[in-house]
């Protein structure tokens, strides 16, 4: 964005996000003299808008909403970077009509603290990132974690499976290996109430929690944090799958305590569920295939729910399992 000048130096990059993408951007924009402001659903762990307030970003925390509402957090921070690229063409208008200081005209301008609390005055412009539609997601997936997964495994790799939230990796990912060679197998492993499941198996974009009558206000469908949605991206449009399968919220929390117990692995959520889907996989391919699935981020940014035993309690989801029988094997 800085390069093709949609993003100015100093001015504010934007994003709505449950939390990864929107660490990374206010991990770099820094470096590169920007501002970052994150617009995040208040379902997600608390320590992911404490780590974003810590790397210097903004955070607004707003109710999770359908996407067709003007507050659903990917359309509220799209709209944050209009409002601050008005900000920018205002003031640069006022500089020019008498040459005044800035800082005598800022009374004249609007004031975007007092109509967006917690938006910093930004008069450098905005670039909204659209982790969602900006293809550049996808790119960096068929670009960089493609060609690792390839080289890192001899390109010796039967199956890749992973969850879907933007689409970018399953998208980037299944695009690269299917292009290597039409053998390899790529799949989804979508939690409960995405919609996603359903179009890949049967090019439908529903769930059973949408039937007539089930529609909750405020729906609330599984505890995973980054993956699962209900509209289709353009970036997971990109995929090219083979098959889906489901998981549980139970099974998520089941494979993270085995796999710490038994590998020393302390993974997030999605990336239990990526490995439910690696085991899904592994049993529908049978013995002797390698399987291939994304560890996306770390229990660190999960404490305040999915390692949490009170909060897993008030779910059902307490772990129990001395195996791996919860996915059927002894
Ligand atoms: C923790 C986590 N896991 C998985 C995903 C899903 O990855 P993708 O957006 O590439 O589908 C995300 C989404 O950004 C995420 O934040």
Known sequence: ALESGELSPGGVVTEGSAGSTAISLATVAPAFGCKCHVVIPDDAAIEKSQILEALGATVERVRPVSITHRDHYVNIAKRRALEANELAAKDKKVSQVDGKDRDQMDGCLPNPEKENPGFLSHYNGGFFADQFENLANFRAHYEGTGPEIWEQTDGNVDAFVAAAGTGGTVAGVSTFLQEK????????????GSGLFNKVTRGVMYTKEEAEGRRLKNPFDTITEGIGINRLTKNFMMAKLDGAFQGTDKEAVEMSRFLLKNDGLFLGSSSAMNCVGAVRVAKALG???????ILCDNGMRHLSKFYDPKYLAQYGLTPTATGLEFMSIK
Request: hydrophobic share 30%.
């Open 287 to 293: 013995p002797g295939h390698t399987i291939v699935t």
């Open 181 to 192: 060679s039409p053998k390899i197998k790529c799949f989804l492993i979508d939690p409960p």
